[in-house]
C-alpha cells in the first residue's frame, strides 16, 4: 500500500514536473523561435508626420531709391512686416504662406547702379553688390518718372532675384502706412510672378492630395513635368533615314558643354543628370508625310504626330544599369525623297520651331537640309548641323519637361530672358519650392504607408538597415519642414531629397515582400499535429491529478468529519 | 421662289456662320482628349504561369496578347513578359521556333521579335509580387523591372490553371486573390499606376478578382466561379490544343484594332459571349472611376502617346565651345579590348586532368552492401562470427 503511494506520488510529481517544464520552458521557447525579427521603428513621430502643416516663408526686401519717398515718408523706413496666408488643402494637409517684407532705403553703391542708362545693365550691377539667398526676392523701387525702362513698363525681372518697379503715384501728404499700403498690391504682383503660386503648390502636393479641383492648365503642367526623382538620363539622339544622301555631322559633345551643361549644373541641386548621345541610321517615322502643294513641301499633321513616337522608341537604347526616368531628345533630318517636311499645328499653321514633344517622354525636332545643297552635288553630301539653332529647341523642351512653368507675367511686366544658363535664378526658385513641397509630400506618404503597412502583416521581418532608413528619412522629413519654416529654400530641398532617398529604399527594400499570408485555417492545420499528440497526455494527466487531489481534500475531509 | 432663295441664302450665311464654331468645337475636343485618360505612358505585365508540354497554350496564350500589345504600339521597354516554360524550342515541338495560334498553323505568334523577361523557373510568384511592387534586388536590369510612375496605364494579363480564389504557379505553389489585392494597394500607395486593366483566362478566374479594393482598378475574367476555362481547338499535328477560347475570341477581336481606333471597353466586356465560349465571362468594374464606354481599348493597350506642338525656342548666340581636351597626360595608354576566346584550343589541349574531390559512396553502392552485410548475419548470426575473425 505505501509501495502504491509512493508510486502515486512519484507519478504526480512527474506529471507534475513535465506540464512545468512545457509551460515554464517550452512555450515562451516556441513564441520566442517563430517570432520574426522587427527592429524598432518610430511609429510614433511617423503618425505625427501623417498630418502634414507646411510653412513656407518668403523673404521679400523693398529697396526705396531716391527720388520715390518724401524725407517725412523716408524717415520711418526701415521698418518690416509680416503676411501670413493660410490654406486648408484636405482635413490632414494644411499651407501656411509667410511673406516676410522689410522695406529699406537704398545705399550709395545701388544708387550707383540704378544710373544705368539701360535696366538690364543696372540688373547686372545691382547683382554684382550682393549675391541674395534662395528663395528671397527684392524689388527696387525706382521713381516714377524713371527713364530705365520704357514708358508702359511697369516692372523689370531680371535673371536673378531682383527686379525694377516703378513706383505707384504717391503723394506727398500720405503717410508711410498708405504709401506702403497702396505699394503692397503692386509687390504682390510681382512675388506672385517670382516666387511661388497657390496653384503649382497644391499641385506638388498631388501625390498626398487627390486632385479634384484643379484648373486644366496646371493639371496640363502635372502631366507634363517629369516626377521629381534622385536622376535623370538624358538622351540625344540623331535620326538619319538616309546615309546614302546624307552624311551628318554633330558636334553634340561640343554643344552639351556649351549649352545644356549650364542648365544641367545649375539644376544640379535637384537631382543628378547624366547625358549621352547616340546616332540612328535608317529609322524611319512610322507616319507617311503627306505632300502639300501649296507650300511644295511634305507635312505632318498634329494628329500624326502621336503615331512617330512609338515605332522610334523600340529602337533607341537606353542605359540598362540606371532605373532613372529617361528624357529623349531626338533630331530627325528627313531624307532626300521626303524633304522638306513641315509639322502642322492644329489649326494647320506652320510651326516655326519645327518641334513637338510628348509629357514625360522627350521631344523631337525635324531639320530640313534640303537648302544646304543643289542637286548637282555629289551625294553623300556633309552637312554640318547648325548646334545652336537645334539645342535652342531643345532646351526649351527640356525646361518644360522638368517642370519650369510657364509663367503668364501681368501686362506691364517685362521677364529678362534667361541668358547662357537657360534658366532665370527666380525660375529655379519657383522650381525649387514645388519640388521641395514634392519631396516631403512623397516622403511623408510614402513612411506613413510603409509604416502602415509593417504595422498590419505582423510577420514581415524588419532588418536593421530598413529601421535605419526609416529613422534616417523621418529625421530628414522634420529637418526639412523645419527648414521651410525658417526660410532656408536650398536646406529645405536638400533634406527633403534626402528624405525621399532614404523612404524610396525603405520602402523598396528587397526583404520587405510578404509571402507569409497565412490564413488561420492553416496556422491549425500545422500545428494541430505537431502539438496534440503531445499535449493530449499531459493535460489528461494534469486533469486526473487534480481531481486526485480534489478526491484526497475530499476523503480528508470525510476523515476529519 | 423668293422665299426659296432667302431660305437659301439664310442656311448659308448660318452654314458659315458655324463653321468656325465648329472647328473650335473640333479644336475643343483635340485638347479635352489630351485630358481625357490622364496617363502618358502605358506599360503591360504578362504572364503565362504554367509549364510542361500539354500547356502549349497557355503560351500561346500570352504570346498573341504580347503581339497584340506590341503591333498597337507598347514597346518591349515597357512590357514584362514572363514565361514559365519554353514551347517554342521544346523538344517535343514539331516545328520548333513556333508557337501557332490558330489549328493548321496559321498564326505564329512567337516570329523572331520576342524578348522574353523573365523565363522557366524564373516566374514564381516571388519574382511576380516583386514586379509588381517594385521591390527587386539593386542588381536587377531595366527590362526586368516595372518602372510605372503616376501617369502609367497597366495591362496585367494572367493565364494557368487555376481555382477558387487562387493561381497555380509552375506546378508547385499558387497566389491567391488576397495576395493579388494586397499587391495592387502596395502600387496604389506607391502611386505605381494610373489606371489598372487586369484580365485572367483561367478556370474559376472571377474569383482572382473578388477581392480587390484599391481604386482605379478594372478586371476581366475569362469564367465565373464554379465554371471552367475551356480550350479552343487541338491541332492534329502538334498534338496539343492551341489556345483557351477566351484568350482566342480575345485575339480575334484585338486583330480588328489599329493605334487609332475608338473601340472601348464595353466592346471588349462582349467579348466572348457564353454561346462561344461555353464559360460565362465575367468583369468588375465599380471601382474604377471613368464610365467603360469612355474608356478606350488603345488606353490599355496600345500606346498612343499624348503630344504637344513646341512653341517657345530659346535664342542661343553664344558659339559652341569645343570641347574640353585632356591636358597633359597623353600618355594614358588604353588597352586595346578583345572578345574572349570563344574556343580555347590550346587551353584545351594541354589542360591537366582535373583533381576530384572525395566524396563518400553514392545511395547506391551504400544501398548495395547494406544489403550483402544483412544477408551475411542473417546466415551466420552474430554469435557465429567469432569463428570467423
Redesign the interface.
Known sequence: MAALQLEKQRVRNAVLAIAAVVIVVGIPLWWKTTETYRAWLPYSEISELDSLQLQLSVDIEVVFSRGTLTPEQQKKVPLSHVNVKEHQIDAKTGLRYKYETRYRTATIMEEDALNQPTAAEADLSLHMLSENSCGSVVVYVIPESSALMPEDVKAYVGQRRTVLLRSPPFRSSWSLKEVLSNLDVEVEQVVSTMSFGHQDIVAAL??RVRMTKVT?ES??DS??AI?SSPGYEITFSLLNPDPKSHSLHW?I???V???IQPLLNKLAPIANFSVDSQILYYAVLGVNPRFDNSVSAYTLS??S???V??PV??RLG??????N?VLNFLLYVPDAHHSPLY?R???KRE???N???????G?I?VYNVNEMYGPEAERPVDININ???V???F???L??MLGVQ?THPPTGFVLQ??G?A?LADWELDRLLWSRSVENIATAS??IT?LAQ?LDQIGNIVINDNVAQQVSSAVTSLQSAVAELEAGNLAFALHYSREAVLASERA????S??H?L?FPDDQKFAIYIPLFLPMCVPIVLSLLKTVSEAKQRLADKQAKSD | MDYYNLMRIFAFIHLLVSIPHGYSNYVETKAGQFFSSGHTNNWAVLVCTSRFWFNYRHVANTLSVYRSVKRLGIPDSHIVLMLADDMACNYRNPKPATVFSHKNMELNVYGDDVEVDYRGYEVTVENFLRVLTGRLPPSTPRSKRLLSDDRSNILIYLTGHGGNGFLKFQDSEEISNMELADAFEQMWQKRRYNELLFIIDTCQGASMYERFYSPNLMALASSQVGEDSLSHQPDLAIGVHLMDKYTFYLLEFLEEVHPASQANMNDLFKVCPQSQCVSTPGHRTDLFQRDPGSVLITDFFGSVRKVEITKDTINLTSPVEPPIQRSGSGDIQIESLTYVDQLPVAEIIHQKPKQKDWHPPDGFILGLWTLILLVFFQTYGIKHLKHIF
Open positions: 498631388s501625390n486644366k493639371m496640363a502631366m507634363r516626377k558636334d559633345e561640343g554643344a558643354q556649351s549649352y498634329a494628329d504626330l502621336s503615331h513616337i512609338n522608341e523600340a537606353s542605359n540598362a544599369a540606371s532605373s526616368p509639322i499645328d492644329h489649326s510651326v516655326p520651331s518641334a513637338f514633344h510628348s509629357p514625360r517622354w521631344g525636332m548646334m545652336a539653332k539645342m535652342g529647341v532646351l526649351a523642351q525646361r518644360l510657364r530672358s534667361p547662357s537657360g506618404t510614402t504607408s503597412l520602402f523598396f527594400d528587397p520587405l515582400l509571402l499570408y
